[in-house]
């Protein structure tokens, strides 16, 4: 039994009316957010539930007899939880609806039926927090469920033929079901918390039923009584750890204690689990765990792997979990984005966020990493695409600088970068592979953020010059879409900003005394030239040649500045080849330049231009994206 879609309102950081929603889980399932944004509260529910459900009996003593005498057991539980536990310690209710998929399980009485008929099956829990109760039921359509979910121990069954809830003597359709399929999703829920010590005598304290204390028990009971797999998992468990420490020898001993023999300086050496430290340790009392029950189907909540584990082990050990275990289903909460990049068409993201009330929402990601061939090859990683609630495109790297700094100088309040905003760079040219809303071989702007902010060059040599066709097409596109969402509350400019520089460039926005302060620098400017024979020729600034010049809206920076160099040796003109050359040198050093030309902004500079309303309105959308105020 694999759990597909799970809606949960009222629950620690779930809202009662929103609550969280996540579906089109996969094999691996990735669920990421930063600390406290509730991202383990979805966990700590499954593992409370389960709790609830461990008074009863297990499968092995569940026979036909048991379910049909206490078939609604489950429908009436005198216990709930806490006020802690609930959203806002209001003591509200909390309920959640839980979707499963290939439903398999050995089951030790007559297997329910729902499930062959329908393909799936829907279970509810209601829990009544003032009145600690607690009832579980089986949907069995939209409206109905298959016992009357009435708090009574000896429900009504849903009739097909009525359309109602009968005496249990009269309906017997799907009589014991609901206590078989709750019985199923308990035995199938397994958790692992991030500290792991296979010496640890208990997990009581923990909010995880694995530990590996009892590793070394089931391993010995293996080796003694299955010897073709303990055959089988021996060679595996090797093969794995070789792979994930990168050792080139590796071979697993059992007597009274679990030892490796491996390599070390050309020799042989013996060595316990506990002197190959906790990430190790970690490592093999998990992949056992799993290759002990790997044919049942199980769902595994697995709590940041990365504790104790290196990048790079955590990719190999997903990679191990994809590959080898093919039957379990796995979510894995994290706040990393290591795993995000290894994304494939097995894999689902969810990412957990909190919105301006507190409470704790869940996004889908799978979308926005839906080109990620295309993305690979403009050197996008997806980690990058789901840091922040906006993103800012941009050409290059100095346009970065600027903007970071533009942005600390106007905002009310301190925004991160990496928290609040990212930004991504698409380097001129390749705007053409960018698109709004794109049915077609393009990126989506939008399926990288809900959020976008494009800064665009107008590259206009003069005022009367069209624009670049790549830039054109955006601003259509755009247009386009605002007609046809014609008539939604809300349409896509309010989601996409495009900012065209009112000149040539951005550092047309930089004043002409900043630019010769800059240029000027012993660190930025150029030199001298080598000539034929190797013997530099000196070069020197004369200001005056540029003193009555305007450094106009629609000047190249680096084009301009260039013709403020004469020779040094006697002050004559340079020929249009070594001004290329200078110019060439100041775009090469873009980077540097922005950063010292930072260093040396001031307020006053935001005045001219439209400079000052085009980051306030960048700051507007980020402070709404982020939902502050």
Same mark, same amino acid.
């Given at each position: 039994m694999k759990i597909s879609k799970v809606v949960l309102k009222g629950w620690k950081s779930f809202s009662n009316e929103e609550g969280i929603s996540l579906d089109n889980f996969k094999h691996i399932n990735i669920i990421i957010g930063p600390n406290n944004a509730g991202k383990s509260?979805?966990?700590?529910?499954?593992?409370?539930?389960?709790?609830?459900?461990? $008074?009863?009996?297990?499968?092995?003593?569940?026979?036909e007899i048991y379910t049909q005498?206490?078939?609604?057991?489950?429908?009436?539980?005198?216990?709930?939880?806490?006020?802690?536990?609930?959203?806002?310690?209001?003591?509200g209710d909390i309920q959640c609806d839980i979707n499963t998929e290939e439903i398999s399980?050995?089951?030790?009485?007559?297997?329910?039926?729902l499930h062959a008929e329908s393909g799936n099956c829907q279970l509810h829990s209601f829990h009544n927090c003032n009145d600690n109760k607690t009832c579980l039921s089986v949907a069995f359509n939209e409206t109905h469920y298959l016992l009357d979910p009435t708090n009574d121990v000896k429900p009504k069954a849903f009739s097909q033929a009525t359309g109602d809830y009968r005496d249990m003597r009269l309906e017997n359709d799907y009589p014991c079901d609901t206590l078989k399929y709750w019985i199923a999703l308990r035995d199938s829920l397994v958790?692992?918390?991030?500290?792991?010590?296979?010496?640890r005598n208990t997990a009581s304290v923990f909010e995880s039923d694995f530990d590996g204390s009892k590793i070394l028990e089931q391993l010995e009971y293996l080796s003694k009584n299955n010897l073709p797999l303990w055959v089988e998992y021996?060679?595996?468990?090797? %093969?794995?750890?070789?792979?994930?420490?990168?050792?080139?020898?590796?071979?697993? $001993?059992?007597?009274? &204690?679990?030892?490796?023999?491996?390599?070390?300086?050309? $020799?042989?050496?013996?060595?316990?689990?506990?002197?190959?430290?906790?990430?190790?340790?970690q490592l093999f009392m998990m992949l056992s765990y799993l290759f002990i029950n790997k044919d049942r189907s199980l769902n595994v909540f697995m709590e940041e792997p990365e504790c104790n584990l290196h990048p790079e082990a955590v990719l190999k050990l997903i990679l191990i979990l994809e590959q080898s275990f093919v039957t379990h289903r796995f979510y894995i909460s994290t706040h990393s984005s290591t795993l995000i990049d290894q994304l494939n068409n097995t894999w689902s993201i969810h990412r957990i966020v909190r919105k301006s009330n507190g409470s704790s929402i869940a996004q889908q990601?799978?979308?926005?990493?839906?080109?990620?061939?295309?993305?690979?090859?403009?050197?996008?990683?997806?980690?990058?695409?789901?840091?922040?609630?906006?993103?800012?495109?941009?050409?290059?790297?100095?346009?970065?600088?600027?903007?970071?700094?533009?942005?600390?100088d106007l905002a009310d309040i301190p925004l991160v970068e990496?928290?609040?905003? *990212?930004?991504?760079?698409?380097?001129?040219?390749?705007? %053409?592979?960018?698109?709004?809303?794109?049915?077609? &071989?393009?990126?989506?702007?939008?399926?990288?953020?809900?959020?976008?902010?494009?800064?665009?060059? *107008?590259?206009?040599?003069?005022?009367?010059?069209?624009?670049? %066709?790549?830039?054109?097409?955006?601003?259509?596109?755009?247009? %386009?879409?605002?007609?046809? $969402?014609?008539?939604?509350?809300?349409?896509?400019?309010?989601?996409?900003?495009?900012?065209?520089?009112?000149?040539?460039?951005i550092e047309n926005y930089v004043p002409k005394d900043i630019f010769i302060e800059v240029l000027s620098s012993e660190s930025i400017k150029k030199h001298h030239f080598r000539n034929e024979g190797n013997a530099n020729r000196d070069l020197t600034i004369d200001l005056a040649l540029i003193q009555d010049l305007n450094f106009g809206l629609y000047e190249s920076?680096?084009?301009?500045?260039?013709?403020?160099?004469?020779?040094?040796?006697?002050? &004559?003109?340079?020929?249009?080849e070594k001004y290329d050359k200078i110019s060439l040198h100041y775009s090469q050093k873009k980077v540097e330049i922005s950063k010292a030309t930072v260093e040396a902004w001031n307020n006053s500079y935001y005045e001219p231009l439209d400079l000052r309303d085009k980051v306030l309105e960048i700051i507007r959308r980020i402070k709404i994206s982020n939902g502050l105020r």
């Amino acid at each position: 039994m694999k759990i597909s879609k799970v809606v949960l309102k009222g629950w620690k950081s779930f809202s009662n009316e929103e609550g969280i929603s996540l579906d089109n889980f996969k094999h691996i399932n990735i669920i990421i957010g930063p600390n406290n944004a509730g991202k383990s509260n979805l966990f700590k529910y499954f593992f409370y539930l389960r709790n609830m459900l461990r $008074e009863f009996p297990d499968n092995e003593q569940i026979d036909e007899i048991y379910t049909q005498k206490n078939y609604g057991i489950l429908n009436y539980i005198n216990k709930a939880f806490q006020p802690e536990n609930t959203w806002a310690w209001l003591k509200g209710d909390i309920q959640c609806d839980i979707n499963t998929e290939e439903i398999s399980f050995e089951w030790k009485c007559v297997p329910p039926k729902l499930h062959a008929e329908s393909g799936n099956c829907q279970l509810h829990s209601f829990h009544n927090c003032n009145d600690n109760k607690t009832c579980l039921s089986v949907a069995f359509n939209e409206t109905h469920y298959l016992l009357d979910p009435t708090n009574d121990v000896k429900p009504k069954a849903f009739s097909q033929a009525t359309g109602d809830y009968r005496d249990m003597r009269l309906e017997n359709d799907y009589p014991c079901d609901t206590l078989k399929y709750w019985i199923a999703l308990r035995d199938s829920l397994v958790f692992i918390d991030p500290i792991r010590h296979y010496d640890r005598n208990t997990a009581s304290v923990f909010e995880s039923d694995f530990d590996g204390s009892k590793i070394l028990e089931q391993l010995e009971y293996l080796s003694k009584n299955n010897l073709p797999l303990w055959v089988e998992y021996v060679k595996s468990i090797e %093969t794995w750890l070789m792979d994930i420490l990168g050792e080139d020898f590796l071979r697993l $001993e059992l007597k009274d &204690s679990i030892r490796f023999f491996m390599s070390r300086g050309g $020799e042989t050496i013996l060595t316990n689990l506990t002197q190959l430290g906790t990430g190790v340790a970690q490592l093999f009392m998990m992949l056992s765990y799993l290759f002990i029950n790997k044919d049942r189907s199980l769902n595994v909540f697995m709590e940041e792997p990365e504790c104790n584990l290196h990048p790079e082990a955590v990719l190999k050990l997903i990679l191990i979990l994809e590959q080898s275990f093919v039957t379990h289903r796995f979510y894995i909460s994290t706040h990393s984005s290591t795993l995000i990049d290894q994304l494939n068409n097995t894999w689902s993201i969810h990412r957990i966020v909190r919105k301006s009330n507190g409470s704790s929402i869940a996004q889908q990601c799978n979308g926005i990493v839906r080109k990620y061939e295309l993305l690979d090859e403009l050197g996008i990683r997806a980690s990058q695409l789901l840091q922040s609630n906006l993103v800012i495109w941009v050409e290059g790297p100095s346009d970065r600088i600027y903007l970071n700094k533009w942005i600390k100088d106007l905002a009310d309040i301190p925004l991160v970068e990496g928290k609040h905003y *990212s930004f991504l760079m698409y380097g001129g040219t390749n705007l %053409t592979s960018y698109d709004l809303l794109s049915d077609n &071989s393009y990126i989506d702007i939008l399926s990288t953020s809900r959020n976008a902010v494009v800064v665009c060059d *107008s590259d206009k040599g003069r005022e009367d010059q069209p624009l670049k %066709t790549r830039v054109q097409n955006l601003i259509d596109k755009l247009e %386009t879409v605002k007609t046809q $969402e014609n008539g939604y509350e809300k349409d896509i400019s309010e989601y996409v900003y495009i900012w065209v520089t009112i000149g040539r460039e951005i550092e047309n926005y930089v004043p002409k005394d900043i630019f010769i302060e800059v240029l000027s620098s012993e660190s930025i400017k150029k030199h001298h030239f080598r000539n034929e024979g190797n013997a530099n020729r000196d070069l020197t600034i004369d200001l005056a040649l540029i003193q009555d010049l305007n450094f106009g809206l629609y000047e190249s920076f680096d084009k301009f500045f260039s013709k403020m160099y004469v020779w040094s040796d006697d002050r &004559s003109i340079l020929d249009n080849e070594k001004y290329d050359k200078i110019s060439l040198h100041y775009s090469q050093k873009k980077v540097e330049i922005s950063k010292a030309t930072v260093e040396a902004w001031n307020n006053s500079y935001y005045e001219p231009l439209d400079l000052r309303d085009k980051v306030l309105e960048i700051i507007r959308r980020i402070k709404i994206s982020n939902g502050l105020r």
